[in-house]
Nanobody, 123 residues
C-alpha cells in the first residue's frame, strides 16, 4: 500500500483544514487507518484512528471534539477534518495503515506510512 497525504497549509488559529490520505495498491478496506503528527523536537503523536469498516473510531484527548476522522473505502481515501485549530496543532501530519484489527493507537502497529503534510497554525 502506498499512501499520499495532502491538504496541509497555513491557517490562523480558530480556522479549519481538511487532510486527505489517498491509498493505492492492495485493498484499502483491509486496513485500519490512523493519523499521527510530529512537531519539531517531539515524538510522533497519535491523533486519530478509524477501523477498516469505519465503524469504530478513537481520538487523542488533545483533539477530541475538534477533529473528525472518516474514510471512503470505494475511493480508497481517508480524511481528517480539523476545526478550531490551535497553534499547538502545528506539526507534520502523517497518515498510516495497519493490519491490526480494531483501532490501534501505537505507531509501532502501523506498517505503511505516507510522506507527511505540514500544518501550521498561526496565533
Amino acid at each position: 500500500v502506498q499512501l499520499q497525504a495532502s491538504g496541509g497549509g497555513l491557517v490562523q488559529a480558530g480556522g479549519s483544514l481538511r487532510l486527505s490520505c489517498a491509498a493505492s495498491g492492495r485493498s484499502f478496506s483491509d486496513y485500519a487507518m490512523g493519523w499521527f503528527r510530529q512537531a519539531p523536537g517531539k515524538e510522533r503523536e497519535f491523533i486519530a484512528v478509524i477501523n477498516s469498516s469505519g465503524s469504530s473510531l478513537s481520538y487523542a484527548d488533545s483533539v477530541k471534539g475538534r477533529f473528525t476522522i472518516s474514510r471512503d473505502n470505494p475511493k480508497k481515501t481517508m480524511y481528517l477534518q480539523m476545526n478550531s485549530l490551535k497553534p499547538e496543532d502545528t506539526a507534520v501530519y502523517y497518515c498510516a495503515a495497519s493490519l491490526v484489527v480494531g483501532v490501534p493507537l501505537s505507531p509501532a502497529r502501523y506498517v505503511y506510512w505516507g510522506q507527511g503534510t505540514q500544518v501550521t497554525v498561526s496565533s
